[in-house]
C-alpha cells in the first residue's frame, strides 16, 4: 500500500501543477466536453456510443453479457460501458457523461505524459502543446469511442516500468488488454529488456502477474459461458478486409485504376472490401503481423546489445532505457495497426499518448506526420465515408496518403542499421 501511495504522490506533485498546467487541463476540458459536442466537426453519428449505451441498459436490467446479450468488446471495457449508466439513465445524458469519462483519462494521460515528459528532459510546453493539437486534430471520434482508456493504460504501464514499479506495470497492462486486446502486444518488449539485463526474476513476477490480473478478470466469465466469451475474441477473427486497411486502400486503388476488381460489402456490421485476393491477404494478415512486430522486437533488443557497449548493466532504469522503450512501445502498436486486416478509424487514439514521448532526430517530424494523419483520418471517416465505400477515387487517394504517411513514420521511427547488428569483440 505505501509503495502505491509513493507511486501516485511521484506522478502528481503540488510543484507539478503549474499556471500552465492548469491551462493545458482547462483547454482539454472545453475541447471534449464543449467544441466535440458542438458540431463544428460536422455530425458522425454515434453508432459506438448507441451500442455502449444499449449494453449499459442490458447490464441496469439484470442482462449478464456473453450469457444473455453477445459481446464483441473484452469483459473490463464493460465496465467503462457501465460507469456513466450510473449517472445518465437516457442516451442524451450518456453522451455527456460518457465525454466526461474519456475527460478523466484525457487529464491522466497529460499528467502522465508531464511526468515522463520531465524524466526524458523534454520541454514541457511543447510536449502539451502536442497533446492538444493532436487532441483538436483527431476529433471527435475520441469522445465516440473508447480507446483512449486503453490507451492510458498503456501509458500507466510504461509509467509504472519507468518508476520501476514492476508489478504496477504488468498490472496495468493486463487491464489494458482486458479492456481492449492491443496492449498485449507491449510485453515482449519488457521481458526483452528484462532477458537483456538478465532480470530473470522480473520475467517470472512479470509474466506472473499478468497471467493473475488476467485471470482474476476472465474466470467469472468462463464460468457463466465460456462459449460467449470466447465470442468477443472469434468475432475479430471471423473478419474481412476493412475498408480502411492498409491492404485494403492498395485494393482500392487498384480497383479505380482497373488493374483489379473488388467489392465493398457490409459484414459483420463492418465495410469490408472482398475479392479472391482480398480474402487471401485477409487470411495471411496475422502472419504478416505477426512477422512485422517480430522484426521490431528484434530491432529493439539489438538496440539494447548496442546500449551495452557505452553503458553498464544497471538495475535501475536509464533515460535512455525509458526513451527506447516508449520509442519501440509506439513502433509495435503502429506496425500492429498497419499490418491488421482490421484499421478502424480509432485506432489512432492509441497513438495519441505516446506520440508526444516521441524522442530521437525525428521528434518532430513525427509531430508534423501523426497531425496530418489524424486530419486525414477524421476527413474519411465520418466525414466522406460514404465517398470511400462508393470508391471515389479522390477518397480512396487520400486513404491511401494517411497509411502511406504511417508506413513512412514507421520506417523513420526504425533503427535500420539494428536489423543486423555487428559485433565488435
Given amino acids: 500500500m505505501l509503495n502505491k501511495l509513493a507511486f501516485l504522490k511521484q506522478l502528481v506533485k ?13 483547454i482539454h476540458a472545453l475541447i471534449l466536453i464543449l467544441v466535440f459536442n458542438s458540431g463544428i466537426y460536422g455530425t458522425e453519428g454515434n453508432p459506438d456510443i448507441n451500442r455502449y449505451f444499449n449494453y449499459s441498459v442490458s447490464i441496469a436490467h439484470g442482462q449478464l453479457p456473453y450469457r444473455d446479450f453477445t459481446v464483441e468488446y473484452p469483459p473490463l471495457a464493460l465496465a467503462f460501458f457501465t460507469l456513466p449508466h450510473l449517472v445518465a439513465p437516457t442516451l442524451q445524458m450518456y453522451q455527456y457523461a460518457f465525454a466526461a469519462q474519456i ?7 497529460l499528467f502522465l505524459i508531464s511526468a515522463l515528459s520531465r524524466r526524458l528532459g523534454f520541454h514541457l510546453a511543447s510536449t502539451l502543446a502536442l497533446y492538444t493539437l493532436a487532441l483538436l486534430a483527431i476529433g471527435p471520434i475520441i469522445v465516440n469511442r ?3 482508456i486503453p490507451a492510458v493504460m498503456v501509458l500507466l504501464s510504461l509509467y509504472a516500468f519507468s518508476q520501476n514499479k514492476h508489478k504496477l506495470s504488468w498490472v496495468f497492462l493486463a487491464l489494458g488488454m482486458m479492456t481492449k486486446i492491443y496492449p498485449v502486444i507491449m510485453a515482449p518488449i519488457f521481458l526483452l529488456y528484462y532477458f537483456h539485463h538478465h532480470q530473470y526474476r522480473h520475467i517470472a513476477i512479470g509474466m506472473g502477474t499478468f497471467i493473475i490480473t488476467t485471470a482474476i478478470i476472465i474466470a467469472p466469465w468462463l464460468v457463466i459461458s465460456p462459449d460467449g466469451f470466447w465470442y468477443c475474441f472469434s468475432y475479430h477473427a471471423e473478419r474481412g478486409l476493412q475498408l480502411e486497411s492498409t491492404y485494403s486502400s492498395f485494393l482500392l486503388l487498384g480497383h479505380t485504376l482497373g488493374i483489379t476488381s473488388v467489392n465493398v460489402e457490409e459484414i459483420l456490421k ?8 482480398a480474402n487471401t491477404l485477409a487470411t ?3 502472419l504478416i503481423m505477426t512477422l512485422s512486430a517480430g522484426v521490431i522486437y528484434w530491432v529493439f533488443y539489438n538496440s539494447q546489445r548496442a546500449k551495452a557497449n557505452i553503458e553498464s548493466l544497471s538495475s535501475s532504469i536509464t533515460r535512455s532505457d525509458i526513451a527506447n522503450i516508449t520509442s519501440y512501445s509506439f513502433l509495435v502498436i503502429l506496425t500492429f495497426m498497419l499490418t491488421n486486416k482490421v484499421f478502424s478509424p480509432q485506432f489512432i487514439i492509441w497513438l495519441y499518448p505516446l506520440i508526444p514521448l516521441i524522442a530521437g532526430k525525428w521528434r518532430y517530424s513525427s509531430w508534423i506526420v501523426f497531425l496530418l494523419v489524424s486530419v486525414l483520418t477524421y476527413y474519411v471517416f465520418p466525414q466522406h465515408y460514404g465517398g470511400l465505400i462508393q470508391g471515389n477515387f479522390k477518397m480512396v487517394a487520400i486513404l491511401l496518403s494517411r497509411n502511406i504517411l504511417l508506413m513512412a ?5 526504425l533503427d535500420w542499421k539494428r536489423l543486423i547488428p555487428t559485433y565488435r569483440g
Fill in 14 to 26: 503540488i510543484d507539478d501543477i503549474t499556471w500552465h498546467s492548469l491551462v493545458i487541463v482547462t
Fill in 103 to 109: 475527460l478523466f483519462f484525457d487529464l491522466l494521460g
Fill in 270 to 277: 463492418v465495410q469490408t472490401v472482398t475479392s479472391p485476393l
Fill in 146 to 148: 473508447y480507446d483512449l
Fill in 409 to 413: 513514420l514507421a520506417c523513420l521511427l
Fill in 284 to 286: 495471411i494478415s496475422p
